[in-house]
């Protein structure tokens, strides 16, 4: 099949590598797949290494979330061929799904769109803490009943966000599919060799260790569990915490403004390719969420990532210390089974038509 992917974000994006760039070299391989990337202007340079798929970069901007902003960046875009060539276009998110919808309006070209929503995008920006987030969640609720009315097939990553817009939205759960946060089997895999490697490289080869993968968005509790932690480890010193994050400078600061001891704590930031290793030296992963809608509807990566390497999950503050805590009820989906199952998706959805509206 020649699938077109549009993705709004690139490489500067956190997630890119392991959710966009693995998922196309993968279908790369039995498909002619082509990226077409939103970029921010300091993308619009860089490129992405180890790529099986084509890739076209297009200038994007935040204020996409408009409607009327998304309309008028589409018709800046000219690569007609590009959709007539193509069997069926996925595209990632409220921006990409809103601009193919437009892209194929002006040309009034009618071929099928998958709406790959990863979020409740309405409940983010309502917890971003931005200033113009009333202003924003209201532009994003029109853009969110633009998509739905124009009626995609849409791929949602969990049951519980299918339910969520289901009771916000009518549409056929024939037309739906569900598919968790992918996990690239390259980099996140069990080895011992690894586990005795890193263990011994730290020195922590007698520690119960716990890892938090992750950013540092207030979302993220990164505060709670450092005190948490810092707590625990005050009664049992053979724990010790693997902090793998992008910003490092804020769970620093945390750890001194808050004067916590961080000898049993290690602070690192890595390229994704070594987070696997750093896993496999570990016993448990942590991932403490708010119960909301927000966390509800979500299949986070990182629990994803802990259950690859095969260790235990931690959703609890109060969990944290006790080494034989695990959250239950969790399945994990190998790469090569969600790929398989969203090829037979195309192959279902690439017999009908999206039938569009103008905005």
Known sequence: MNILYISESFVDFPLFKSQVHTLCNFHAEENNVTLLALCDKEEMSKDVENRKYSLIKKRKSFRMLIPIINKIFSYFFTDRSLLLECDIIHCRGYIGSAYAINICKKY???KPIISDLRGALVE???HSGNKHAKFYVEQVVKLEQF??????????????MRKY????????IEDTEIFPTLVDEKYFYRSQIYRD??????EIIDKFVYAYVGGAAYWQNIDKILISFNNEVKKNPKLFLLFITNDPDIANDIIITHKLDHTN??????PYEEVGKYLNASDAGIIIRDDNILNNVASPTKINEYLAVGIKVVDKLNRIGHIDYSKGDLLYIPVGEIIANQQKAYQKFSSK???????
């Open 108 to 110: 009034n070209i009618k």
């Open 124 to 126: 983010e920006i309502k």
């Open 147 to 160: 998509i739905f009315k124009n009626k995609p097939f849409f791929f949602f990553m969990s049951e519980n």
């Open 165 to 172: 817009y289901r009771d916000k939205y009518q549409f056929s």
């Open 197 to 202: 490697e890193i263990r011994g490289e730290l």
């Open 265 to 270: 704590i290690k602070v690192l930031s890595l």
């Open 353 to 359: 038509y999206v039938s569009v509206d103008f905005l």
